[in-house]
T-cell receptor, first 116, second 113 residues
Framework: NAGVMQNPRHLVRRRGQEARLRCSPM?????VYWYRQLPEEGLKFMVY????????ESGMPKERFSAEFPKEGPSILRIQQVVRGDSAAYFC??????????????FGPGTRLTVL | QKEVEQDPGPLSVPEGAIVSLNCTYS??????FMWYRQYSRKGPELLMY????GNKEDGRFTAQVDKSSKYISLFIRDSQPSDSATYLC?????????????FGTGTKLQVIP
C-alpha cells in the first residue's frame, strides 16, 4: 500500500518562474494538507483541501500561491513568480474521513524547492 | 506569543541516556497531543498520540500530558543512535468544523554512540 507520494522531490526554479508541486494522497484518503518547513521554524500549515474544495487556506500567502485537489488526479500546490524566500521544503499530508477518535495525518517525503 | 513553544535544541546525549523533550502551549482548546519524528530529508511520522492528562507508554517512549500546566513531554529511555532525528510536538483542536493541527518548531536530537 503506497504511502503519500510527492513529486518532484527536488525542484529548482529561477526567480519569476512558476513552481508546481504534486501530491497523491494515500489510497482511500480524501483529505489533503500542505505544509511549509523552513530551518528552525517547524511545519507551518498552508492549506487544507478535500476533493474539489478548499476547506481552510488561512495559512496560504494571499498572492502567488494557490492549491487545488481535483476530482481526478493529484493535489497541486502552485507558486507563481517565485522569489528566493519561497525556498523551503513543502510537505503534503493526507488523512481518511475524520472521526471523533484517533486521527492521523500521513506525510509524504516532501518537495525541496530552491529558487535561484 | 506562539501557540506552541518548543526548544529547537540541538540536544546531544550519549547512547543509553534518558531523553526528555518538552513543549508548552497557550491555547486551552487543544485536545489531542502528538509527537512526530522526522529524520533528515524525510517526512514526519507519528510516534505517539495522547488525549488525556497522564502518561502513555509505548516501548522505550513515554508521552506525558499535563493539561493544567499546558505542558507535554516525550521521554525516550535507553536512547539509541537510531533515535537521532528531529522530534516535533503537535496539537489538535476544533477549527471551523475540522481538526486543525499545530506543530512545534521541533527539537533536533543527536544520540552519540
Amino acid at each position: 500500500n503506497a504511502g503519500v507520494m510527492q513529486n518532484p522531490r527536488h525542484l529548482v526554479r529561477r526567480r519569476g518562474q512558476e513552481a508546481r508541486l504534486r501530491c497523491s494522497p494515500m489510497k482511500g484518503h480524501s483529505h489533503v494538507y500542505w505544509y511549509r518547513q523552513l530551518p528552525e521554524e517547524g511545519l507551518k500549515f498552508m492549506v487544507y483541501l478535500q476533493k474539489e474544495n478548499i476547506i481552510d487556506e488561512s495559512g496560504m500567502p494571499k498572492e502567488r500561491f494557490s492549491a487545488e485537489f481535483p476530482k481526478e488526479g493529484p493535489s497541486i500546490l502552485r507558486i507563481q513568480q517565485v522569489v528566493r524566500g519561497d525556498s523551503a521544503a513543502y510537505f503534503c499530508a493526507s488523512s481518511a474521513e475524520l472521526a471523533g477518535g484517533r486521527y492521523e495525518q500521513f506525510f509524504g517525503p516532501g518537495t525541496r524547492l530552491t529558487v535561484l | 506569543q506562539k501557540e506552541v513553544e518548543q526548544d529547537p535544541g540541538p540536544l546531544s546525549v550519549p547512547e543509553g541516556a534518558i531523553v526528555s523533550l518538552n513543549c508548552t502551549y497557550s491555547n486551552s482548546a487543544f485536545q489531542y497531543f502528538m509527537w512526530y519524528r522526522q529524520y533528515s530529508r524525510k517526512g514526519p511520522e507519528l510516534l505517539m498520540y495522547t488525549y488525556s492528562s497522564g502518561n502513555k507508554e509505548d516501548g522505550r517512549f513515554t508521552a506525558q500530558v499535563d493539561k493544567s500546566s499546558k505542558y507535554i513531554s516525550l521521554f525516550i529511555r535507553d536512547s539509541q543512535p537510531s533515535d537521532s532525528a528531529t522530534y516535533l510536538c503537535a496539537m489538535r483542536r476544533n477549527s471551523g468544523g475540522y481538526q486543525k493541527v499545530t506543530f512545534g518548531t521541533g527539537t533536533k536530537l543527536q544520540v552519540i554512540p
